[in-house]
């Protein structure tokens, strides 16, 4: 295990006082904070190392090139990828699915053809696919969910069909906090010839994932929520879709020859990689990985566990307080009601006592739809939170029916 | 009957006796009680003011010379802040209603409340009431 206070330590933005009182950070389904490492090599980036990669022969160039390299590198080995090169960097889960829904769409999907996703998925695993089923006269197929918020399975068989193209699914819901059997998913999809993406936006930061084990064909995530920068995030996908598949911008950097009459392309990864990348960002979201990785995934992993125990514990105990999704595998996520208070209410009153939560749809509206509710309070642990914070939260829960109820 | 100006001062006085934020909102919520219920025909999508998280329902009637509002919110403390405007706003001439700068929200403490990014659709009630005032003062005023 490791020790929670020298972790806080780590985290500066943790240590200070929010309304007169100590900030309490419960938001971290939204973004994490960031470790004084990941901000040192962004201001040491900017001070002193700053030039554009992959164009100069100096020496600034040549040393950001062979840095943002190495960051590709240690993605690339974060997810155990087979090649480097199948490691895109994108501005984050969001450019990545689009990137995959417009590049992946304009080679294979044609009309009539059919695209599943999952109820529980963020918005932009689903906006990204609409707008292609729009442009391709395409269809959306959704496997759903039951109350404690697990995915049936089961029914995926049936909403395969020979028109189906692609499969992309949430792995961690930011929601409910529920860890999909996307193993399994794959499985089902792959005994089909159907790909299969994953969003990790909520996952790569909590549990060890390995692409080639997993035998997932794209994957997504974000670098703000992997304790790097915001703008930054990483697409993977297997080589062979990725030689097949069309640029989805074009630009600079991404090209091989140009002329007025016909461009071709550059290789791996740098097709899709248009124009000057997030370079700082993609060296400071590298610091990021490595410095969750010397706390180690998997004592992470366990001590979110025990979080999630102690807080779904908690949170019963005090009473009024309704749950939504109460998966056999999940993360410390917990998305609730204190019940005839309403999350805006319950959100203000929590931002006078210092704590920082989320309230609203989560940019996951089928999901407030099956529940039948307008919003959510979110509370989204991760691995500097406290069990003391619980209980704090906890205290909040109580002032908030002392005022309303 | 007070002018606006007074009305507004006689807020920020009552709110000047309460020493932290909690006894702020705790009054909100009691001033949520006691807004007068809007009539259930106007608690439609037509009348809805949206903001992200919470609903606000909002109705302008003319009224010899003056401009009456009803409104309702699902949220609580977004409807102790609506009662205060409409104690402010609610039964003047529209000419009052669009010169009146609402200088109360920020001396009582609650100008976060009305910040665009705040979730709550008070800023584009504030709009749609001054709005409305414009409209009447178009139909009926004598300019």
Known sequence: MFDIQKVREDFPVLRQIINKKPLVYLDNGATTQKPRCVTDVITDYYLRKNSSIHRGVHFLSSQATVEYEKARETVSQFINAKNKHEVIFTSGTTGSLNMLAFSFGEKYIKEGDEIILSEMEHHANIVPWQLLCERKKAKLKVLPFNDDGELLVDQLEYLITEKTKIISVIHISNVLGTINPIKKIIEIGHSHGIPVCIDTAQSIQHVPIDVQKLDCDFLAFSGHKLYGPTGIGGFYGKEKWLEEMPPYQGGGDMVDEVSFEKTTFNQLPFKFEAGTTNYIGAIAMAEGINYIQGIGLSNIADYEHELLEYGAAKLKEVGGVKIFGNAFARTPIFSFHIENVHPLDTGMIFDKMGIAVRTGTHCAQPIMQHYGVDGMVRASLSFYNTKEEIDYLCTGIEQVKRMFL | ?143
Not at chain 2, 32 to 61: H, M, R
């Open chain 2, 1 to 143: 009957m007070s002018t606006i100006k007074e009305v507004q001062e006689d807020i920020i006085n009552e709110f000047e006796v309460f020493e932290d934020w909690m006894d702020r909102y705790n009054y909100l919520i009691e001033l949520s009680n006691d807004l007068p219920q809007i009539d259930t025909k106007f608690k439609t999508n037509e009348y809805i003011i949206k903001g992200c998280q919470s609903k606000v329902w909002l109705n302008a009637d003319y009224d010899d010379g003056k401009v009456v509002y009803t409104a309702d919110s699902d949220a609580i403390i977004t409807k102790g802040i609506i009662s205060l405007l409409i104690r402010v706003l609610s039964n003047r001439s529209p000419k009052e209603i669009k010169e009146t700068d609402l200088h109360f929200i920020d001396a009582i403490g609650l100008r976060e409340n009305l910040s665009p990014t705040r979730a709550n659709g008070l800023l584009a009630m504030i709009k749609q009431m001054k709005l409305y005032a414009i409209a009447y003062d178009v139909k009926f005023g004598n300019n």
